[in-house]
């Protein structure tokens, strides 16, 4: 049985976000989130010309989509991560 916890502030929402397109990685389903073919980050490291997923909410969280994108590799090296890469 999952709990549900409100998200009350940035970082915990990034968490979610990066959880969520590190998961069919941690899965072993694919080496990098953009295999994945259903994966968002696909959206969001502007690899798909059809967008799945709505990217304001998390962008308007960075500068830009590069500042986005280094935000994500830089987490590779926290929580044993550091052998994964985003793209």
Known sequence: K???KPVTDGK???DIF?????NPV????VSIPTDWEYS????????RKE?????NEILAQF???EELISH???CQNLGGESSKSLL
Do not use: E, N, P, W
Not at 26 to 29: D, M, R, V, W
């Open 2 to 4: 999952t709990k549900s």
């Open 12 to 14: 915990y929402y990034f």
């Open 18 to 22: 990066y959880y969520i397109i590190m």
């Open 26 to 29: 941690k899965a072993g389903l």
């Open 40 to 47: 968002c980050a696909k959206d969001y490291f502007g690899l």
């Open 51 to 55: 967008k799945v997923v709505d990217q």
């Open 63 to 65: 500068k830009s989509r």
């Open 72 to 74: 994500l590799r830089g």
